[in-house]
């Protein structure tokens, strides 16, 4: 019998970058719907047609709408706790020529460009004697927007189980998804937070109010029209290059071959099951919905504008700057990531980053209690155009530089590692139950990641505005220090982050899928869907394969050894996170050929 490789499925590099770029798609209406807020109070005060002007509205106003908003997303996660298993359960159930996941890629982008055009296109027809409709829209607008997000996002996690199960090519996801940041959620807070700040390019629009007799003012390019004239197209053809860009890459492997094998469509009653007795995706997604959450609060233009802004007094000096800096820390630590990853697994590379971000962060978080608004020693500072240009770096600044820039690539790294350990715990559904499932799972991922990074905007209320006298709205460009200000950016900064790297490195104290137990999923499901591919029913390949010592040799990924002495790292980790970690036994030392009835010539 010729001994082939039948273990791997693996894409080419070209697929394996290319990828990624449906998360930079979904990612781009991400990052670019913080401004939701600003667009809110501008359009649901009546003041969208005359901010340039600076029209005087009610501070009350101003303050139930800020509050509205931030609880708005949260109450729309019970609509996604709807539509979220219907759009995965037909994702599971989708076969058509067009593929599997390229009808939700192309459809869900078409969505999300729709509830842009709906938001902050439509909406300026609206006159201002139908301000009821205006809520309608607005609430209409958000629903589209979820669902096409929903649509598109689930493709991500799920595409990959049919892409590629080599897990050094799943773990290169975090190097392409970190360019795909870049071309998305970076450009866009750097489009949307640098370059249109600059009145010359974009006018700044006011809003001002009156608290208690005294006059209130809101101004930045957020709250003037023109900047939504550049960055809703901007985003719509962005984000549409990017979902070609992905569909491309998917569309040679998104067919039956290399779709995992199911004999009959999951039921609500497996959904159930899924949810009830696969613990490693219950474990993945509180970890990697906390991890969200802390990130999209730490890195909001909210947080920016509040600490480079407020705290240092020079928003326009710091930010750009700092964030080309945290790239360059990203890319190293991706990197190591990625090895780290791609060796020892993807739950390895998480663990040990999250550990690495808490550590840094502990420095940053001193660094914030030592600033003092009154001293300059204290601020952050790069460079001054007094004088002619100089550098005017310090030692707070250098100190802030690498502890932050580290603290970023470390918790970014993890972060994006959970994204290919959904196509394992999809892999792993299969080893356990005999179900693919990858629309629902990713589905269940997603929900769960929405659920909780929701409450970014509540969250930010809470901490800035409410936590801040005298604060009726987030802070943006030209809002002065106020007391308070350093405890908010102590909390969303630091605190908010650090407390969900505590419950991820918890969770993952738990989570089972090691790398060497995905080779052992891979080896069972390859000569499982062999098997099937036969004629061989799943409940008896189920029964006939469970372990890896059962697998026969083809079937089962080669490991390169390697002579390595155990580093302290390494002696960390098996400490602390292995010990849910299980396997069948020793390779092929059992193994079990497939009968001679069920054999095929790709199976031999």
């Avoid at 409410?466 to 950016?489: D, I, Q």
């Amino acid at each position: 019998m010729e001994n082939k490789d039948m273990s791997v499925n693996r894409a080419k590099q070209w697929q394996i970058a290319l990828f990624p770029f449906n998360n930079a798609a979904t990612n781009v209406y991400f990052a670019f719907y913080t401004y939701f807020t600003y667009w809110a109070l501008m359009y649901l005060t009546g003041s969208v047609h005359t901010s340039l002007a600076g029209t005087v509205v009610s501070g009350g106003l101003v303050l139930v709408i800020s509050t509205f908003n931030s609880l708005f997303a949260p109450l729309m996660r019970v609509f996604d706790g709807i539509t979220d298993p219907i759009c995965g359960g037909l994702m599971d159930r989708t076969a058509t020529k067009f593929g599997k996941f390229r009808p939700f890629m192309v459809v869900g982008n078409i969505l999300l460009a729709l509830s842009l055009i709906l938001m902050m296109v439509l909406f300026r027809g609206i006159p201002d004697n139908l301000s009821a409709l205006r809520w309608v829209v607005y609430i209409v607008s958000y629903i589209v927007y979820v669902i096409g997000y929903t649509a598109q996002c689930a493709c991500t996690k799920a595409g990959q189980t049919c892409l590629t199960n080599d897990p050094k090519q799943r773990s290169q996801f975090v190097i392409w998804n970190m360019i795909g940041m870049i071309g998305s959620i970076v450009l866009i807070n750097v489009m949307a937070g640098g370059v249109l700040t600059n009145e010359a390019i974009c006018p700044k629009g006011t809003i001002q109010y009156e608290v208690d007799g005294v006059m209130q003012t809101l101004r930045g390019a957020a709250y003037g029209v023109q900047f939504y004239n550049i960055m809703v197209p901007f985003v719509i053809i962005l984000s549409a290059v990017y979902t070609c860009l992905a569909v491309a890459a998917i569309a040679e492997k998104d067919r039956p071959e290399f779709w995992g094998v199911s004999e009959k469509p999951a039921t609500f009653k497996d959904y159930v099951g899924i949810l009830k007795n696969n613990k490693e995706i219950r474990w993945l997604v509180l970890s990697a919905g906390l991890n969200k959450l802390a990130s999209t609060v730490a890195t909001s233009g909210t947080v920016a504008f509040l600490v480079y802004g407020c705290l240092m007094g020079d928003y326009n000096g710091l930010f750009i700057p700092f964030y080309a800096l945290c790239f360059i820390f990203m890319g190293i630590f991706f990197v190591w990531g990625s090895k780290t990853a791609g060796q020892k697994g993807q739950k390895r590379g998480v663990a040990q980053f999250t550990c690495f971000a808490f550590l840094f962060y502990i420095g940053v978080l001193l660094l914030l209690c030592l600033y003092n608004h009154e001293n300059p020693a204290t601020y952050l500072s790069l460079f001054s155009m007094e004088g002619g240009f100089h550098i005017t770096i310090n030692l707070y600044t250098i100190a802030f530089i690498v502890l932050y820039g580290c603290g970023y690539g470390s918790f970014n790294c993890c972060d994006n590692l959970t994204i290919p350990m959904v196509a394992d715990c999809t892999d792993y559904e299969t080893y356990r139950s005999g179900n693919y499932v990858p629309g629902i799972m990713g589905t269940v991922f997603s929900l769960v990641d929405k659920l909780i990074s929701s409450l970014q905007t509540l969250l930010l209320q809470i901490f800035i505005v409410f936590l801040v006298p005298g604060l009726n709205a987030l802070p943006a460009e030209g809002t002065p220090y106020m007391e308070g200000m350093k405890l908010s950016a102590i909390i969303c900064f630091c605190l908010l982050p650090m407390a969900s790297w505590l419950v991820t490195i918890f969770c993952m104290s738990r989570y089972s899928l090691s790398g060497e137990k995905m080779r052992e999923v891979q080896a069972v499901n390859t000569v499982r869907k062999a098997a099937v591919q036969g004629g061989m029913k799943m409940a008896e390949a189920m029964e006939t394969w469970q372990t890896i010592d059962q697998v026969p040799e083809r079937f089962i990924q080669k490991v390169e050894e390697k002579n390595e002495e155990e580093t302290f790292l390494d002696r960390i980790y098996k400490k602390v996170f292995t010990s849910t970690e299980k396997t069948g036994g020793v390779p092929a030392s059992h193994a079990v050929e497939i009968p001679e009835s069920y054999r095929t010539e790709k199976s031999l």
